[in-house]
Structure formats: structure tokens, C-alpha cells
């Protein structure tokens, strides 16, 4: 069964620290892995997207890594700011033949930045 | 554009009615997801359709029902609500999949249902 474990569930930091997020997928064959941000009551919106040849894909303060080899991500944010507060989501989708797939979520990290 | 759009924003029943969510979009996507999130459980795909006139199950469907009469349009229905459906429910699209392709998903804002 595709899997996407996230670690770690939440997370606290003061402005201005760096964090890093992780995933572990176990997805296969694998496609694609996308962080989502997802504010409060608001829908996610995606940060980046990495294909198997890339191992690494910047947003702004925000950096995915990707290792197709471990099947592990990370995103990692730089300098946070009080409106990273947010639940960050790893979506996982398979390769799959005739264009019809599912992509597998994570449970998201929910992170808060305190002043 | 408006992007994906869901109505309604909130709802409350009562256990046993019926109720119908709206999702629109007008990016002419062809696949179309409903998804609901739950605390803890992350989002978790009902039904799904990859064209108009055709529906898929996802992960979680029993006590739901779709219907893509047209494109933009993609409808969840619950026959007899239940306490468990309660939740966050997300609509989203996006373009069709192209071997080796890689595309996003566009969420809508969410309904948020409360089932008595």
C-alpha cells in the first residue's frame, strides 16, 4: 500500500529560526512529490513540485529536497515568518499508465512560529 | 478567475437528511476530487472523475455519492448524513495527467459540515 509518513507532527519556533520538515514515502513507482501549504481554515495551496530527476526545488524562503534513492523529502523554511504558521502537507503521486492515478497525502506537520 | 469554488461554506444537519456540495471550476480541468479532512487523518479522497460523465471511488466513499454531468461541475451527495461524516470537506482539480507529466491539484476554500 502507498504510504507518506510525515514527521514531525507539529512543531514550534520562534521567528526568524530555520526548520525542516520531513517525508518518507513509500510510493512506487514514483512520479512526483509536491509540499501543499495548508493555512487555517483555507484550502492547501501547493509550494513546489519535484519530478525523480530532481533532487531539490526552491519557493521563495521555502527549499524541497528530494532523494528518489531513499524516498525521502524535505522542505525546509529559512528565516520563518509568523505566516508560515501553517499545516505543511507532502502529496506523493504514483507513475501510472493510460493518464488515471491517485495521489497519496501525508498527515502534515503543523507548524507555529511565535513571535 | 475564480479558481475551484464550494458550496455551501457551512452546514449543519441532522442525522438521516440529505444534502448535495457544490464544486466548480473554471480552468477547464478534466479531473475533478472531493476530499475530506479530518483532525489527525489528513485529507483522505471520497470520489474522483477523470472526465465528464464519469465517476470513480477513492478511499473513503460509503455514504456518498458523485455526480460530472459537466465539466466545470463536480457534486457530492450524502443520501442519509450520518454523525461520522462529519468534516472538512475539499473539492479540487486539475489537468489531465501526461506520461511523465507532473501537474497540481487546485483546492477549493472547503465546506465545513456538521452532521447532529
Known amino acids: 500500500k502507498n504510504q507518506v509518513e510525515q514527521s514531525p507532527q507539529s512543531l514550534i519556533i520562534l521567528e526568524g529560526k530555520n526548520c525542516t520538515l520531513q517525508c518518507n514515502y513509500t510510493v512506487s513507482p514514483f512520479s512526483n512529490l509536491r509540499w501543499y501549504k495548508q493555512d487555517t481554515g483555507r484550502g492547501p495551496v501547493s509550494l513546489t513540485i519535484m519530478t525523480f530527476s530532481e533532487n531539490t526545488k526552491s519557493n521563495g524562503r521555502y527549499t524541497a529536497t528530494l532523494d528518489a534513492d531513499t524516498k525521502q523529502s524535505s522542505l525546509h523554511i529559512t528565516a520563518s515568518q509568523l505566516s508560515d504558521s501553517a499545516s505543511y502537507i507532502c502529496?506523493?503521486?504514483?507513475?501510472?499508465?493510460?493518464?488515471?492515478?491517485?495521489?497519496?497525502f501525508g498527515r502534515g506537520t503543523s507548524l507555529i512560529v511565535h513571535p | 478567475n475564480a479558481g475551484v469554488t464550494q458550496t455551501p461554506k457551512f452546514r449543519v444537519l441532522k442525522t438521516g437528511q440529505s444534502m448535495t456540495l457544490l464544486c466548480a471550476q473554471d480552468m477547464n480541468h478534466e479531473y475533478m476530487y472531493w476530499y475530506r479532512q479530518d483532525p489527525g487523518m489528513g485529507l483522505r479522497l471520497i470520489h474522483y472523475s477523470v472526465g465528464e460523465g464519469t465517476t470513480a471511488k477513492g478511499e473513503v466513499p460509503d455514504g456518498y455519492n458523485v455526480s460530472r454531468l459537466k465539466k466545470q461541475n463536480f457534486l457530492l451527495g450524502l443520501e442519509s448524513a450520518a454523525p461520522s461524516q462529519t468534516s472538512v470537506y475539499f473539492c479540487a482539480s486539475s489537468y489531465r495527467r501526461t506520461s511523465g507529466g507532473a501537474y497540481e491539484q487546485f483546492f477549493g476554500p472547503g465546506t465545513r459540515l456538521t452532521v447532529l
Open positions: 502529496v506523493v503521486s504514483p507513475e501510472a499508465s493510460g493518464g488515471s492515478y491517485i495521489p497519496t
